[in-house]
């Protein structure tokens, strides 16, 4: 399959490890121009030198607790090189714990992170998006946006949050050939899940390894994904294949999210 992705630009967010580089390389080897963002410059560059070198390859360092930073950020990179036809928001999850234990800030920092960053990342992109008649933006959040996760308060709560802003946002732009849409990964080998392992392992009296074997186990599939397997599904929807799906949710968790 053409996915007709040859000479787009592409917005990576969190791509120095985990799903988001993984979708950078996806993206990369079908042609697209990426741009890589997160906050560590030597990890951009480190990433950026590992990406196909016959491309226009770059990246941004920015402060995700920083939504206006960001978006300036950003705004100033279109100005003096292009626009981009794929966002790829992506933000590491919010710390462990119970709901009713959770401070305040841990409500406003995920919040600022993933919703605000999200927003003003698409009120950079989208108006060229606009002229060019082809958009996609793609989040990548959790499967606890369809079924909350025991242990997750915070990242449960601003999921959903960023699930029903995109499916809102999906209906203002799909007239303009562009499409907003969630990736929801499940279990997926990165240092995320590992910090979970071992949270769950300490609390339950296991070791690091009966805890992985069990999680497994709730996994019909048996096994956690490869970042690669999801980044698969990202750019499929990043692309002109995808083009009549829009503003839906999708789980690459080898069938373990039990509602439809």
């Given at each position: ?241 995808a083009s009549y799906i829009n503003g839906i949710n999708v789980p690459v968790d080898g069938g373990r999210t039990k509602s439809l």
């Amino acid at each position: 399959m053409d996915l007709k992705l040859n000479n787009k630009n592409a917005l990576v967010c969190g791509s120095t490890a985990g799903i988001g580089k993984a979708t950078a390389m996806a993206l990369a080897a079908e042609g697209v121009n990426v741009t890589l963002a997160a906050r560590n410059r030597e990890k951009l560059k480190a990433v950026l030198a590992e990406l196909p070198e016959h491309r226009n390859h770059s990246y941004i360092v920015a402060n995700f607790s920083n939504p206006r930073d960001l978006q300036e950020q950003v705004i100033k990179f279109i100005e003096k090189n292009h626009g981009f036809h794929i966002v790829i928001n992506n933000t590491g999850g919010p710390r462990s714990g119970s709901i009713l234990t959770a401070a305040l800030e841990e409500f406003d920092n995920a919040f600022i992170q993933h919703l605000k960053c999200n927003h003003v990342l698409a009120q950079a992109t989208i108006p060229f998006m606009k002229e060019a008649g082809f958009g996609r933006i793609v989040n990548i959040i959790s499967t606890s946006v369809k079924e909350p996760i025991p242990g997750l308060g915070v990242s449960n709560t601003i999921r959903g949050a960023v699930g029903n802003w995109s499916k809102t946002l999906a209906t203002e732009v799909g007239e303009f050939g562009i499409t907003v849409n969630n990736v929801l990964p499940g279990f997926t080998e990165t240092e995320r899940l590992n910090e979970i392992i071992k949270i769950k392992a300490t609390k339950e009296e296991k070791s690091v390894e009966d805890m992985a074997e069990i999680m497994k186990n709730h996994t019909p599939a048996k096994r956690f994904a490869k970042p690669e397997e999801t980044a698969n599904v990202v750019t499929f929807l990043a692309s002109e294949a995808a083009s009549y799906i829009n503003g839906i949710n999708v789980p690459v968790d080898g069938g373990r999210t039990k509602s439809l």
